[in-house]
């Protein structure tokens, strides 16, 4: 059974920075698409990035300049540096491994809160 558990989130005062880090069980880590995705209050959950197994990225328009996504294969990890935040990127933040060969996220992690405010 697959396991996702998201941490680092919190409050940081905008302009301020967050690394947000997903912890994924080992199996079919390495061949899996990752992905961070985020729903803020009243809103649909959104993709913020992904990356596949060929470490190839993909951002939303939002997060273009601002945010890293990155994965660690050996630590079955994937995290997400976030820069230069602002009060608009209050959401909860939601880390997803897609199945084998397939693109769209099938697990889930609980999520983790990010709030920007001064």
């Known amino acids: 059974q697959v396991q996702i558990v998201e941490s680092g989130g919190g409050l940081v005062q905008p302009g301020g920075s967050l690394r947000l880090s997903c912890a994924v069980s080992?199996?079919?880590?390495?061949?899996?698409?990752l992905h961070w995705y985020r729903q803020a209050p009243g809103k649909q959950r959104e993709l913020v990035a992904r990356?596949?197994?060929?470490?190839?990225?993909t951002y939303a328009d939002f997060a273009k300049g601002r945010f890293t996504i990155s994965r660690d294969n050996a630590e079955a990890t994937v995290d997400l540096q976030m820069n230069s935040l602002t009060p608009e990127d209050t959401a909860v933040y939601y880390c997803?491994?897609?199945?084998?060969?397939?693109?769209?996220?099938?697990?889930w992690g609980q999520g983790t809160r990010v709030t920007v405010s001064s």
């Open positions: 997803g491994q897609s199945l084998p060969a397939t693109v769209e996220p099938y697990y």
């Open positions: 990356i596949t197994v060929g470490n190839s990225e």
């Open positions: 080992r199996s079919a880590f390495r061949i899996s698409t």
